[in-house]
């Protein structure tokens, strides 16, 4: 059995049931992140979702952000304003601006090029090692990106869709965002860098939300805006402030390593609630999702240290 085999085995055999069931548990949330944007998208706009998104979460963790704020230098606040940023708040406008014209599944499985982002920016700025096994699996998940950009709804090989760009650029400022925790703000809890980083940028979104969108009209007059903003809320507050929670829970239980398969599970989940809705996938779609994957978990195993895990929409 292949070396990298062999080690997943072990890891996956050392985990618990508590590891196990917040695996499951994280992956059902950030796999149903995407049809919940959908939902969302049903009344408010891609900018309200967004700025939404990043409100509800903020509150829900402002207790956290408020008992560790007075931990944190002044050096280190900046780089906690560039993860608020680069790491939720531009993610969640590009995320919902992609759904409207991109399927919640295919949108599932294109986030999954996180990993492959957070090594490549390493490399490139962080003065981190591109092994060859890292070159392989991101040509393998950028020609299943080709595949996937290009798929028509009729399944074959068209028009590209520009949406799906959006999703890549996320994923690219999840790449940045990790490798800013990683390099420069590691002895900070995961935690208080999630707080206190969305209630940085919380005030843009609130901002924007009342001042430059529609929202307070829509609530009143817009059948369904209700409805549209409790899955909002759901987004915000259990799929990204509560999950967060608990993978820095999972990340503690067990290794960055077994943490990362929840990258091969989010699609996994993505794809069913888009099929429960009605989706229609097809061959090209099957053919680039596969080859993200693939390409994913190659470069996403090396021998020895496990890569950084990813992140959620």
């Not at 949330?29 to 998104?53: D, M, N, P, T």
């Not at 280190?76 to 993610?91: A, C, I, K, Q, Y």
Request: hydrophobic share 55%; charged share 10%; net charge positive.
């Amino acid at each position: 059995m292949p070396t990298v085999l062999l080690k997943t085995k072990k890891v996956l055999e050392g985990a618990g049931a508590l590891s196990w069931g917040l695996l499951i548990l994280l992956s059902l949330i950030w796999g149903s992140s995407f049809i919940l944007i959908k939902k969302s998208l049903i009344a408010f706009s891609a900018g309200e979702v967004g700025a939404l998104r990043i409100a509800t979460a903020a509150l829900f963790l402002i207790p956290i952000a408020l008992r560790n704020f007075g931990k944190v230098g002044k050096q280190d606040r900046w780089f906690l304003l560039m993860v608020g940023f680069v790491g939720s708040f531009l993610p969640a406008f590009l995320f919902a601006k992609a759904q409207t014209q991109l399927a919640s599944g295919v949108t599932g499985v294109l986030n999954a090029l996180t990993p492959l982002f957070v090594v490549m920016i390493g490399a490139l700025f962080f003065s981190q090692t591109f092994t060859r096994r890292n070159s392989i699996g991101l040509i393998i998940s950028l020609v299943g990106t080709v595949v996937l950009i290009l798929a028509t709804s009729r399944g074959n090989l068209g028009d590209i869709n520009f949406y799906a760009f959006y999703v890549v650029l996320a994923t690219l400022c999840y790449g940045l965002n990790l490798n800013i925790i990683k390099y420069r703000l590691s002895a900070l809890k995961p935690v208080a860098i999630t707080a206190i980083s969305l209630v940085f940028v919380v005030p843009i979104a609130i901002i924007f939300l009342f001042g430059f969108t529609d929202f307070t009209t829509k609530i009143v007059e817009v059948e369904g805006a209700w409805l549209s903003l409790m899955y909002v809320s759901i987004l915000g507050v259990v799929g990204t402030a509560a999950a967060l929670i608990i993978f820095n829970r999972l990340v503690q239980l067990t290794t960055p390593m077994f943490a990362s398969f929840v990258t091969y599970l989010i699609p996994i989940i993505a794809v069913i609630w888009g099929v429960i809705d009605g989706e229609p996938l097809f061959a090209g779609h099957y053919v680039g999702m596969a080859g993200i994957i693939v390409g994913v978990f190659i470069a996403n195993h090396k021998k020895k240290a496990a890569q950084p895990a990813p992140q959620r929409s």
